[in-house]
């Protein structure tokens, strides 16, 4: 788990371990909603199958309009699923992606594009983060920094999920292997900035 500042959760402001909980909905709009939701779901999911994972990258796509191109899609999607997509509620259904097991997010991310169906993008990652008065002795090389990292007894492990819409919407999720409990997830909309726009630029025309 290399770390990133670009790709590291943001400072003081929103602090792994430390949940916001999800906004009620009617304070968000229709679209951040079903982001949210959906980003929630996958960070669970993932979360299933624990730590020192790959890199698993996801395409989002409206659940309504897939029901329309693909009615025999009804079928494979759970009940409620499927009332919900038909209230117009902007419902997201997650397809998981094979890529190449990486450390580089960047470079992944920039060789993604997606077709016009896809409505959004999400991705997970793990990263190590430290006290901000330890990252000034972090090594430049990256060997080094990585062994530095791995063995700081203030390091703190952390999942990330980023989903991003085609419109901007953004919504994370971030998880401390400190506190790993559904209960403890900090959600937000920019809580990784670097990694929400390296996100958002796989959406681009």
């Known amino acids: ?5 670009d790709l590291s959760p943001a400072g003081p402001d929103s602090p792994p371990g430390e949940p916001s909980g999800a ?4 304070t968000l709009a229709t679209g951040t909603v079903a982001l949210a939701e959906a980003v929630r779901e996958i960070e669970q999911h993932v979360a299933a199958s624990g730590w020192d994972g790959p890199p698993r990258l996801f395409a989002l796509v409206e659940t309504e309009r897939a029901l329309a191109d693909d009615p025999s899609l009804a079928a494979r999607l759970p009940d409620d699923v499927v009332a919900a997509a038909r209230t117009g509620s902007g419902h997201l259904t997650s397809v998981e992606q094979e890529i190449e097991a990486t450390d580089d997010v960047e470079g992944l991310l920039a060789r993604v594009g997606w077709p016009g169906a896809v409505h959004g993008a999400a991705i997970v990652v793990e990263r190590i983060v430290l006290p901000p008065e330890a990252e000034q002795d ?9 062994a530095y990292l791995a063995q700081h007894p203030a390091r703190e492990d952390v999942r990330i999920a980023a989903g991003v819409l085609r419109d901007g919407t953004s919504w994370c999720a971030l998880r401390s292997r400190s506190h790993d409990d559904d209960g403890q997830v900090a959600f937000g909309a920019d809580l990784v900035p670097g990694l929400v726009e390296a ?5 681009q025309d």
């Open 1 to 5: 788990m290399p770390h990133d500042d």
């Open 199 to 203: 996100l958002g630029a796989t959406l």
């Open 23 to 26: 906004p009620a909905p009617a």
């Open 138 to 146: 972090v090594p430049a090389d990256q060997d080094e920094a990585l």
